[in-house]
């Protein structure tokens, strides 16, 4: 079934009695030629370009919640490609590619709004950095503009640019390709274009450990529904990669961290971008609802609690007062956290892990939800040809082992 405006219009007439379920809800079968672990939007996308690109549709996706329920449905929606190294930026860009077509291609509405991205300087050193990065952006192929301080102010009206703020605006630069993107929406589409395409999308279903054949290889995984075998294992599990890892017996260089995020109550369109403040570590957004949409660094605890705490949202909510004053008597409607997987050079694994058979997607830190279209489309290719993608094969987790790392903390944009 097609999803178009004329579909809509006749099933109004009718009633909406003729739509049907986005995807099955399938019962486990005994083997498939690979298995997904985890519902999210890498691990649903993973599954789509099996079935799309290489023709794997016997596959299987294991959430142990519900589908979109971890971190993918909770982030703050920000897309964008404004990375330092060429090897992010060509994995980073691939994605936002990936994205820009990719309500057409599920005909499913993501909701992509490519509003743009703004990165503040507050100090001269601010300012080198961000013409530095701004720099590598251009030499990379992406998109970016500098700004001086009129400039941002004429994009960013309501923010406080005057000589007199705390965090006085100097400059900075802009991505205009960069924006949000409907989270859950993301989810539900790849969800609907897999099964579409034969993939089998199974709830409720915790992976609890893994089977082995007598050459050490995976054969398999046992669940709380039984035992699924299959050679080929992909695992997009974010925050509880190392969980999974320690299952199989073992260890990843991931640190797990709650990365609070806050909504505010609807208020009038004011802010047409996503901005971020170098200065605070702050990024601010308004959604289609018009709520405010905000965001900080990460909790200083590694946890895996999704509840946040106390002095991150004190630390959001001034940061926020302070460089949008208007904002100041806005009532905050909801708080939420997501667990983000972070290693030491903030840049993601993916490809093989120690154990033959099974392939990682993991490490995304606080950058992952930007990155599912690309996080999808390289597990799916190294799941079905045994290869890692070209995109992939700097992020391998070999690179710890030869130091050969791929830093990118400054470049995010965020403290971690």
Same mark, same amino acid.
């Given at each position: 079934?097609?999803?178009?405006?004329?579909?809509?219009?006749?099933?109004?007439?009718?009633?909406?009695?003729?739509?049907?379920?986005?995807?099955?809800? *399938?019962?486990?079968? *005994?083997?498939?030629?690979?298995?997904?672990?985890?519902?999210?939007?890498?691990?649903?996308?993973?599954?789509?370009?099996?079935?799309?690109? &290489?023709?794997?549709?016997?596959?299987?996706?294991?959430?142990?919640?519900?589908?979109?329920?971890?971190?993918?449905? =909770?982030?703050?929606?920000?897309?964008?490609?404004?990375?330092?190294?060429?090897?992010?930026?060509?994995?980073?860009?691939?994605?936002?590619?990936?994205?820009?077509?990719?309500?057409?291609?599920?005909?499913?509405?993501?909701?992509?709004?490519?509003?743009?991205?703004?990165?503040?300087?507050?100090?001269?050193?601010?300012?080198?950095?961000?013409?530095?990065?701004?720099?590598?952006?251009?030499?990379?192929?992406?998109?970016?503009?500098?700004?001086?301080?009129?400039?941002?102010?004429?994009?960013?009206?309501?923010?406080?640019?005057?000589?007199?703020?705390?965090?006085? %605006? %100097?400059?900075?630069?802009?991505?205009?390709?960069?924006?949000?993107? =409907?989270?859950?929406? %993301?989810?539900?589409?790849?969800?609907?274009?897999?099964?579409?395409?034969?993939?089998?999308?199974?709830?409720?279903?915790?992976?609890?450990?893994?089977?082995?054949?007598?050459?050490?290889?995976?054969?398999?995984?046992?669940?709380? =529904?039984?035992?699924?075998?299959?050679?080929?294992?992909?695992?997009?599990?974010?925050?509880?990669?190392?969980?999974?890892?320690?299952?199989?017996?073992?260890?990843?260089?991931?640190?797990?961290?709650?990365?609070?995020?806050?909504?505010?109550?609807?208020?009038?369109?004011?802010?047409?971008?996503?901005?971020?403040?170098?200065?605070?570590?702050?990024?601010?957004?308004?959604?289609?609802?018009?709520?405010?949409?905000?965001?900080?660094?990460?909790?200083?605890?590694?946890?895996?609690?999704?509840?946040?705490?106390?002095?991150?949202?004190?630390?959001?909510?001034?940061?926020?007062?302070?460089?949008?004053?208007?904002?100041? =008597?806005?009532?905050?409607?909801?708080?939420? *956290?997501?667990?983000?997987?972070?290693?030491?050079?903030?840049?993601?694994?993916?490809?093989?892990?120690?154990?033959?058979?099974?392939?990682?997607?993991?490490?995304?830190?606080?950058?992952?939800?930007?990155?599912?279209? %690309?996080?999808?489309?390289?597990?799916?290719?190294?799941?079905?040809?045994?290869?890692? &993608?070209?995109?992939?094969?700097?992020?391998?987790?070999?690179?710890?082992?030869?130091?050969?790392?791929?830093?990118?903390?400054? *470049?995010?944009?965020?403290?971690?």
């Amino acid at each position: 079934m097609s999803y178009s405006a004329l579909r809509l219009l006749v099933e109004g007439l009718r009633g909406h009695d003729g739509w049907r379920k986005a995807w099955r809800a *399938a019962e486990p079968r *005994a083997r498939y030629d690979a298995i997904v672990i985890g519902g999210g939007g890498h691990g649903l996308a993973t599954a789509y370009y099996l079935a799309k690109n &290489h023709g794997l549709a016997n596959v299987a996706v294991l959430e142990k919640g519900w589908i979109g329920g971890g971190n993918t449905g =909770r982030n703050t929606t920000v897309i964008r490609s404004n990375y330092y190294y060429p090897e992010s930026a060509r994995l980073y860009d691939f994605s936002l590619k990936l994205y820009e077509k990719l309500g057409r291609e599920l005909n499913y509405n993501i909701m992509l709004s490519q509003r743009g991205m703004v990165t503040l300087a507050h100090s001269r050193h601010d300012m080198d950095a961000a013409a530095r990065w701004a720099g590598a952006m251009e030499a990379n192929g992406v998109d970016v503009e500098l700004l001086d301080r009129d400039a941002v102010s004429r994009l960013v009206p309501a923010l406080d640019c005057s000589p007199s703020a705390r965090f006085p %605006v %100097v400059g900075g630069f802009r991505q205009q390709r960069a924006g949000t993107a =409907r989270h859950d929406a %993301v989810a539900w589409g790849y969800a609907r274009a897999a099964d579409r395409l034969g993939v089998d999308i199974i709830e409720n279903c915790e992976v609890t450990g893994f089977l082995t054949d007598a050459g050490g290889a995976v054969s398999g995984v046992m669940t709380n =529904r039984g035992t699924i075998r299959s050679g080929r294992v992909g695992m997009a599990v974010a925050g509880h990669s190392s969980a999974l890892a320690k299952m199989a017996g073992f260890r990843l260089p991931i640190t797990s961290y709650a990365l609070q995020a806050f909504v505010s109550e609807p208020i009038k369109p004011f802010l047409d971008t996503v901005v971020l403040s170098l200065a605070t570590g702050v990024y601010v957004s308004q959604s289609d609802k018009g709520g405010i949409v905000m965001g900080g660094g990460l909790d200083q605890h590694a946890s895996y609690a999704q509840r946040g705490n106390a002095p991150v949202m004190t630390a959001v909510m001034a940061a926020v007062a302070d460089q949008f004053p208007r904002l100041r =008597r806005v009532r905050l409607l909801r708080q939420w *956290a997501g667990i983000v997987d972070v290693v030491h050079d903030s840049s993601p694994i993916l490809g093989c892990s120690p154990m033959r058979g099974l392939y990682l997607n993991c490490g995304w830190g606080t950058g992952g939800f930007k990155a599912i279209p %690309v996080g999808g489309w390289v597990l799916a290719h190294h799941l079905a040809t045994g290869r890692p &993608h070209e995109l992939a094969e700097p992020f391998g987790l070999s690179r710890f082992a030869t130091g050969s790392l791929i830093d990118e903390a400054a *470049a995010s944009g965020i403290a971690h």
